[in-house]
């Protein structure tokens, strides 16, 4: 079945970066584009940004432009989002989300990742 | 502040109807953007719930369907179960933004 499967919990210290992997099954990986969604305890979803694992493009939300980066390995399906110099406001449930192309929905989740940001 | 609004919290008893708004603005909603709308379990990850204003993904209930107007979109939900009791989210794309946006989500609390 199609599905998303995160890596595991992270514990870092501010000033550090996380780097959270969605492993892709079921599906051609490079035939829709992964979101990546992060949710802070009791907060609602925000967007962080999107990359198309065919061609590498990427776009990012104007509030994590410079901190975030999103790439992805074709041959292992997986796609990584990496944070910079985090914080403890980046302390987070983080999201993968699969969407097609020709659309903003995003219609396959990851499990999540939670990030702990704390010294 | 999320860009899109909706009330915090909503409630019905089992079998009611209860509906969800989401409103944005001229460059969202109501620039032709599909909303889409996601329900969230607790302590689980958000799910697909209605995609392109009106449609439900294979294995949702008819009980759910969406709508939209203007600036504003609604969710309904008919025949109120226990198990609907969630978190629900609609997104939307922003052209003054150039990104996806959210609702900041609403509680549904079956009473």
């Known amino acids: 079945q199609v599905q998303l499967v995160q890596s595991g919990a992270e514990v870092k210290k501010p000033g550090a970066s996380v780097k959270v992997s969605c492993k892709a099954s079921g599906y051609t990986f490079t035939s829709y584009d992964i979101n990546w969604v992060r949710q802070a305890t009791g907060q609602g979803l925000e967007w962080m940004g999107w990359?198309?694992?065919?061609?590498?493009?990427?776009g990012y939300a104007q509030k994590f432009q410079g901190r975030v980066t999103m790439t992805r390995s074709t041959s292992i399906s997986t796609a990584y989002m990496e944070l910079s110099s985090l914080r403890s406001e980046d302390t987070a449930v983080y999201y993968c989300?699969?969407?097609?192309?020709?659309?903003?929905?995003?219609?396959?989740w990851g499990q999540g990742t939670t990030v702990t940001v704390s010294s | 502040q999320p860009v899109l609004t909706q009330p915090p919290s909503v409630s019905g008893a089992p079998g009611q109807r209860v509906t969800i708004s989401c409103t944005g603005s001229?460059?969202?909603?109501?620039?032709?953007?599909?909303v889409h709308w996601y329900q969230q379990l607790p302590g689980t990850a958000p799910k697909l719930l209605i995609y392109?204003?009106?449609n439900r993904p294979s294995g949702v209930p008819d009980r759910f369907s969406g709508s939209k107007s203007g600036t504003s979109a609604s969710l309904a939900i008919t025949g109120l179960q226990a198990e609907d009791e969630a978190d629900y989210y609609c997104q939307s794309y922003d052209s003054s933004l150039s990104y996806v946006v959210f609702g900041g989500g609403t509680r549904l609390t079956v009473l």
């Open positions: 392109g204003n009106n």
């Open positions: 990359m198309n694992p065919n061609s590498g493009n990427t």
């Open positions: 989300a699969r969407g097609p192309w020709d659309s903003t929905r995003m219609d396959v």
């Open positions: 001229s460059s969202n909603i109501g620039a032709a953007y599909d």
